[in-house]
């Protein structure tokens, strides 16, 4: 049997520190890209653009966003909540020299720090009611490391534009 035909493709940049300062661009999926974390209404908000009108664990999602930001440290800059996954704008700035800040994070454990907290927000809303939890991300994350201004606006310009695009997006199904 062909060993390579079942080996995956590494999602991360090859010899680079994911702990360095700068800006990162994370897209992170629901399990089997299932429409869990809310939906987009045609007209949603007060200028009539569509919106995501966010899901109980959609809105577990958006509350979670604020408890990856460390400060000084980790911060983030823009996100977009869709149906089924998340677009973020992180900014990784220089440690502190305070070591009580725990400024010891890089981006995988950002994401996992956040995909883990989402996870134990909304067992805890399954627990309480009886249900099954399920499955909540897919695995892993797709990362865009920023490389300049121009990059960095038209990623901006992209998490501002998703909802309005969603039936265009490469997750829509």
């Given at each position: 049997?062909?060993?390579?035909?079942?080996?995956?493709?590494?999602?991360?940049?090859?010899?680079?520190?994911?702990?360095?300062?700068?800006?990162?661009?994370?897209?992170?999926?629901?399990?089997?890209?299932?429409?869990?974390?809310?939906?987009?209404?045609?007209?949603?908000?007060?200028c009539?653009?569509?919106?995501?009108?966010?899901?109980?664990?959609?809105?577990?999602?958006?509350?979670?966003?604020?408890?990856?930001?460390?400060d000084?440290?980790?911060?983030?800059?823009?996100?977009?909540?869709?149906?089924?996954?998340?677009?973020?704008?992180?900014?990784?700035?220089a440690?502190?020299?305070?070591?009580?800040?725990?400024?010891?994070?890089?981006?995988?454990?950002?994401?996992?720090?956040?995909?883990?907290?989402?996870?134990?927000?909304?067992?805890?809303?399954?627990?309480?009611?009886?249900?099954?939890?399920?499955?909540?991300?897919?695995?892993?994350?797709?990362?865009?490391?920023?490389?300049?201004?121009?990059?960095?606006?038209?990623?901006?310009?992209?998490?501002?534009?998703?909802?309005?695009?969603?039936e265009?997006?490469?997750?829509?199904?």
């Open positions: 049997m062909d060993n390579h035909r079942f080996r995956r493709k590494p999602l991360r940049l090859d010899n680079y520190d994911y702990a360095t300062n700068g800006i990162y661009f994370i897209t992170i999926c629901t399990y089997q890209k299932q429409k869990t974390l809310g939906v987009i209404l045609r007209r949603g908000d007060p009539g653009l569509p919106r995501t009108q966010l899901s109980e664990l959609g809105n577990i999602a958006e509350e979670t966003i604020r408890e990856i930001e460390i000084g440290c980790i911060m983030v800059d823009k996100y977009v909540i869709m149906p089924n996954h998340i677009h973020l704008l992180i900014k990784l700035t440690p502190i020299p305070d070591s009580r800040k725990g400024c010891h994070y890089d981006i995988p454990q950002t994401v996992s720090k956040y995909k883990s907290l989402v996870a134990c927000k909304w067992l805890s809303v399954c627990k309480s009611r009886n249900q099954y939890m399920g499955s909540i991300w897919q695995r892993s994350y797709h990362d865009h490391i920023i490389r300049n201004e121009q990059d960095y606006l038209a990623r901006w310009k992209y998490i501002d534009e998703n909802p309005l695009k969603w265009y997006d490469k997750y829509y199904r």
